[in-house]
């Protein structure tokens, strides 16, 4: 009693157990005297219970003893892949009873797949820190928090001493270089001197291009050169601004982000693989991302970057998948479930994952013979995916499979670890 309780994968229903109880002592009553010879364990489908020559018959199961599970529980660790041990029950509509439910084993494809967690990032491909390129005082703030910008939009104007004195020696160097054309084209000059004007007004102009400023911006500083001079921060690709720091009339640092941009219609899964994997994994396999607050939706990637290395302490290699994020759905630091498809089976015998119990820490399925008898099979399964199992050996297509409540039937198998069953 202590072992059956105890077994972890061992589910005692007590009106399953009930059932069967009062279905088994209905049967005896209809028995009469004659005992195990007047009930269904010895009558029904007889041709399938007739023994072989010389073999012993358990009487109260009306099966041979050596295919009796109910007698012999010990012997579910010894079968091998495809063999069984036979389950009787009680009566014919015992099993309905207790709503024990089948199906047909089926035939179909399954991916396999590495299932393990990732956390979700931004595309480091697409992210960029707005920083401001001199010290000086923020003017304008043109965007805020989960602003869409264009590549080149302006995200924000800063005022600058550095900026105002580039700009006075740009204007300074082409009035320089205006005066030095005039007084050469009259040979008051000397072709030196224009070339030096000249030089000095590339440098000047050079200074504010690295700065930021274009051309038709320069010719227009030079054509206005006392109105106020604001240097605008651009952003350098489309997409959306996550974090920002910038304040108007605060002071900006030169080289300190003022905005995060990033573009999140793609987004990166990292994902921490086990070591044991690692021979089955490539670059280019589809990756199927579920997310916990987004039930009953999965998103797929595929794997871009398999990590160089595994950590001493975990074991676990880092990889990294990209997944489109067209609605934004997916969001950075989000914990997901990972299952990198790594082949298709195709042509393999599936049954629902609820069909697979366990006893001895080997996988048994309960294939349905007759109403009243059942066949606790071995069986080697693989892939599940969905809710369904690959069953590798054990099983053929179309045999009949418990799918719910066969906890009953294991617990008449187990029933003799209780106390019950044979006398013998």
Request: charged residues 25%.
């Amino acid at each position: 009693m202590k072992r059956l309780f105890t077994d972890k994968f061992t589910t005692v229903s007590f009106v399953a157990v009930l059932a069967l109880t009062m279905g088994c002592s209905k049967q005896k009553e209809t028995a009469g005297p004659a005992g195990h010879e007047g009930d269904s364990h010895g009558k029904a489908e007889g041709a399938a219970a007739k023994p072989a020559a010389g073999k012993k018959m358990c009487e109260e199961h009306g099966l041979p003893e050596d295919e009796c599970g109910i007698c012999h529980p010990e012997r579910a660790a010894k079968l091998k892949p495809g063999e069984g041990a036979k389950v009787r029950l009680p009566a014919a509509d015992s099993a309905s009873l207790v709503g024990v439910e089948t199906a047909l084993a089926t035939v179909g494809a399954i991916p396999e797949g590495i299932e393990c967690y990732a956390e979700l990032a931004f595309n480091q491909n697409k992210l960029a820190q707005i920083a401001a390129p001199v010290g000086g005082i923020i003017q304008e703030v043109a965007v805020d928090l989960g602003s869409k910008v264009e590549e080149k939009q302006t995200v924000a104007k800063i005022w600058s001493a550095a900026i105002a004195e580039a700009v006075a020696k740009a204007v300074l160097s082409h009035q320089t270089l205006d005066r030095e054309r005039k007084l050469r084209a009259d040979r008051v000059s000397s072709e030196k001197d224009l070339q030096q004007a000249e030089a000095e007004h590339r440098t000047a102009c050079q200074q504010l291009r690295t700065q930021g400023f274009t051309e038709e911006q320069i010719d227009a500083l030079v054509a206005k050169p006392h109105e106020q001079v604001l240097m605008e921060v651009r952003a350098p690709f489309a997409g959306e601004i996550v974090e920002r720091t910038a304040v108007r009339g605060a002071l900006a640092e030169a080289g300190k982000s003022l905005f995060t941009l990033t573009d999140r219609s793609v987004i990166w899964a990292m994902l921490n693989l086990p070591e044991s994997t690692l021979a089955r994994v490539r670059v280019g396999q589809a990756v199927e991302l579920k997310v916990e607050s987004l039930p009953g939706q999965t998103f797929t990637g595929q794997l871009t970057w398999i990590g160089a290395e595994v950590d001493e302490r975990t074991r676990m290699a880092r990889a990294r998948a990209e997944v489109p994020n067209p609605d934004g759905l997916l969001k950075a630091r989000m914990f997901a479930r990972a299952r990198i498809l790594v082949r298709s089976a195709e042509g393999a015998v599936l049954v629902p994952a609820s069909a697979i119990y366990a006893l001895e820490g080997k996988p048994f399925i309960f294939v349905k013979l007759t109403d009243d008898l059942f066949e606790a099979r071995a069986v080697t399964i693989g892939v599940k995916f969905n809710g369904r199992l690959e069953v590798l050996a054990g099983l053929k297509p179309q045999e009949v499979v418990v799918v719910n409540h066969g906890f009953a039937i294991k617990s008449q198998w187990l029933s003799s670890r209780m106390g019950a069953g044979c006398a013998d």
